[in-house]
């Protein structure tokens, strides 16, 4: 009992997942596999962003990335969404290892930057408008903020220019049908 109230007022996590690489106190409060604390608390929103953000591009980037839910670029920003939300975001122990001192940092970065990459390029097609792709972004940023500061989402938004730009330049090549 004690270890759930510790948790939700402090953020301290006593279970050591077996697949996530042990954090420190700052970004525990990422549970990623273990589910967010329930009932939701205001104070735990990254966790639930995270774990949003996870599931959701991993499935959507796979659905593109095997060529379901067609538009343009939409293999390619399957790839993407699919690297950054299954590969990277979640931190799993075997890839933040291999990413230094710290790994799952790192890996967190990595993986909200390939997807914002990945929605820069749905935001430089046709489907610009969509508010699903807005509310990705929205939230990817919230979590880089939530997670490593005010000035966290500069790099999102650098990311997201970069994935414009590049999707514009493909469009303009006649290789672009195939992606």
């Known amino acids: 009992r004690f270890g759930s109230i510790a948790q939700q007022c402090f953020g301290i996590s006593f279970v050591v997942g077996i697949l996530a690489v042990t954090m420190a106190a700052i970004d525990a409060s990422l549970s990623f596999p273990r589910l967010p604390p329930l009932p939701p608390v205001w104070a735990a929103r990254a966790a639930y962003i995270h774990w949003w953000l996870c599931a959701f591009m ?14 343009d670029l939409s293999r390619l920003v399957g790839i993407f969404e699919l690297l950054g939300g299954f590969v990277f975001l979640p931190r799993w122990r075997v890839v933040a290892l291999n990413m230094g001192k710290n790994g799952p940092d790192t890996s967190l970065k990595v993986g909200c930057l ?26 990817t940023q919230e979590l880089l903020r939530a997670q490593f500061g005010i000035s966290a989402p500069v790099w999102g938004v650098l990311a997201l220019m970069a994935g414009v730009a590049a999707g ?10 195939l992606l």
């Open 114 to 139: 390939l997807i914002l990459v990945g929605l820069g390029l749905i935001v430089s097609t046709k489907k610009r408008k969509s508010p699903v792709c807005w509310s990705q972004v929205l939230l």
């Open 58 to 71: 991993t499935g959507v980037g796979m659905l593109k990335a095997t060529g379901f839910l067609r538009h």
């Open 168 to 177: 514009t330049l493909l469009q303009t090549t006649e290789h672009a049908k």
